[in-house]
């Protein structure tokens, strides 16, 4: 049996290893996020996708200037499919949008599935999936409060995703790298060696 000492010096050594194998995890997500393609200055649909409360939809011009917003229900308990279908075609011409940008959470496949669906949608938009990591956190800071006091947390995690679409590093930026959340355990780690990683 091991001595209580040797025991003690044994489980902080493994402890170390697993840290910096866990913050190498966190520093390559993080930096493959940072370093996404940006799509540029485009005019964006951008989709909160849920199923109960439905999808927040925003229209941003190609700054990220938010122009208009709306919710519709595409999916189960109201399902609004022709309702829903004609909102996001009304937007899209009435915005001359470029591309559609959905958020990868709950009820992402559906909402994208739903689009693509839409026949007479213009082919030439592309639909592209975006990370929400930290979405909610931007939603609910004094960065998104102040830059939109008059709207409410969905909204302005609509907008969020919209604009990592246009430009993914300009946008997570705004978020404390701990907050994004692309690495499991992050807050376990020892916090000064992952602030300097």
Sequence with gaps: ????????????????????????????????????????????????????????????????????ETVIYPHEPQRRVMDSQHVVMAMCAKHELEAIA??????????EQFIRSIEVLPKTIPVIMVSEAGASIYSASDVAREEFPEYDLTVRGAVSIGR??????????????????????????????LKIN
Excluded at 102 to 111: H, L, Q, V, Y
Aim: charged share 25%; hydrophobic share 45%; net charge negative.
């Design 102 to 111: 959905i958020g990868n959470g709950t009820a992402s496949r559906e909402t």
């Design 164 to 193: 990592r679409l246009a430009d993914p590093l300009a946008e997570l930026v705004k978020l404390d790298a701990k907050s994004i959340g692309v690495g499991q355990y992050q807050h376990d780690v020892d916090q000064v060696a």
């Design 1 to 68: 049996m091991l001595q209580p000492s040797i025991e003690a010096e044994m489980r902080l050594f493994t402890k170390q290893i697993a840290d910096e194998k866990a913050i190498q995890v966190f520093a390559d997500n993080l930096r493959e996020l940072l370093l996404a393609s940006p799509l540029g200055q485009k005019s964006i649909l951008a989709i909160d996708p849920g199923f109960r409360t439905g999808c927040k939809v925003v229209a941003l011009d190609a700054q990220g200037k938010l122009l208009e």
